[in-house]
């Protein structure tokens, strides 16, 4: 019998979406196919702590749960979890830990110091094959203002946003507000640039409101979009695949709040998401299309879902924002929308972690090293 392939679950981290990450990481070990795969699950604490062994979901879990929350003391109470590397080992130390457990790595870790290239850094030093966008695809996913300044360079319809820096919103707010609203009109929605789930976002409609907004866009982030907030329909389309993508079909996802922030993307009952979408299937081919060009734009790999709105008063299109670890819990879109296509949750597993392999084999076929008049005529 072959030997099973090696899995590293890797979940937590520290960012503002850690208990999403959580949920994620759930629906993948409860899936995943246990006849092919031996599961190592890894945990990171919010503090930046590895953790493996024994059950480091559950040892989360509970420390997010508990009063001490975003500290690592919960985690030492919980006798049966070992810590992997301890907070001050060296990369390369951490590296090699890694590599000596897994064969390949499936990071379900949303947001910063997982999804924006720096998690993905780590496993290319220490050649893991891993699920999803490489260091220069995660990075510009993870940045929307380099997203959207990547697309609106490839020509694709997006709505007017403007960047502001937290150290010009520290030194001279009063000029940045002056800034925002003579650039972008009412209402607004201002976000951290770096983060997902809707964390740190607002609508705002007046001048007190956004003071706010920037304010707590800038807890979370050094940098803080603003765009002009438009009326309109939210569609998804997911993506799957590496130099080849495939788009699946579109949803639309409709929240009974205000706009789709987090409590309606994690709360049971507060948005529906409907598949496919009751839209033409001309649009639906375009949303397609144009789901794979902003794919390959940012060099993106493995798995993306990509977000557009749907104006109501225009009907024109415009390109929102690519996700490249999208939420993945079985109820989350990207998973749900791949289900609707023909490939259910544990064989859009399976299809990942081939592609994580595919794409490994392809980067190893790249010369490391330079021997001048080597091979040359």
Request: net charge negative; charged share 25%; with cysteine.
């Amino acid at each position: 019998m072959p030997r099973k392939l090696r899995v590293g679950v890797i979940f937590g981290g520290k960012s503002g979406e850690h208990a999403v990450s959580l949920a994620s990481a759930q629906s993948i070990l409860a899936a995943i196919d246990r006849q092919k795969y031996v599961v190592v699950p890894i945990g990171i604490t919010p503090a930046g702590r590895w953790l493996t062994g024994g059950d480091p979901l559950k040892a989360l879990q509970e420390g997010v749960q508990s009063p001490a929350g975003r500290g690592s003391r919960g985690m030492h109470a919980t006798e049966e979890i070992t810590s992997l590397v301890i907070r001050d080992a060296g990369q390369q130390s951490l590296a090699r830990e890694v590599s000596e457990r897994v064969d390949v790595v499936f990071p379900v870790l949303h947001g910063p110091y997982g999804e924006d290239g720096t998690i993905q850094g780590l496993l290319e030093l220490a050649d893991i094959p891993y699920v999803g966008a490489g260091v220069l695809g995660s990075a510009v996913g993870m940045d929307k203002s380099m997203m959207k300044a990547i697309f609106h360079e490839r020509g694709f319809p997006i709505v007017e946003f403007l960047t502001i820096r937290r150290y010009d919103w520290d030194r001279d707010p009063v000029g940045v507000l002056e800034r925002i609203e003579s650039s972008i009109p009412c209402p607004m929605f201002v976000k951290p640039a770096n983060l997902g789930s809707s964390v740190g976002i607002s609508k705002v409609c007046d001048h007190l409101e956004l003071e706010r907004a920037v304010a707590l866009a800038a807890a979370y982030d050094r940098k803080i979009l603003v765009e002009r907030a438009i009326h309109c329909r939210e569609l998804e389309c997911s993506v799957l695949g590496n130099d080849s993508p495939i788009a699946s079909t579109v949803a639309e996802i409709v929240p009974h709040r205000e706009f789709y922030d987090y409590k309606a993307k994690y709360t049971a009952g507060l948005t529906d998401i409907i598949i496919p979408a009751d839209i033409s299937g001309e649009l639906q081919g375009h949303i397609r299309e144009l789901a794979i060009g902003a794919f390959q734009a940012i060099d993106a790999a493995g798995m993306a879902r990509v977000d557009f709105f749907l104006e109501h008063e225009t009907g024109h299109l415009y390109l929102n924002e690519i996700n490249t670890i999208p939420g993945f819990t079985t109820t989350s879109v990207y998973p749900k929308l791949w289900e609707a296509s023909g490939i259910p949750y544990p064989a859009l597993i399976d299809r990942l972690l081939q592609l994580a392999l595919e794409r490994h084999a392809d980067t190893k076929r790249s010369h490391t090293t330079y021997m001048p008049g080597a091979g040359e005529r």
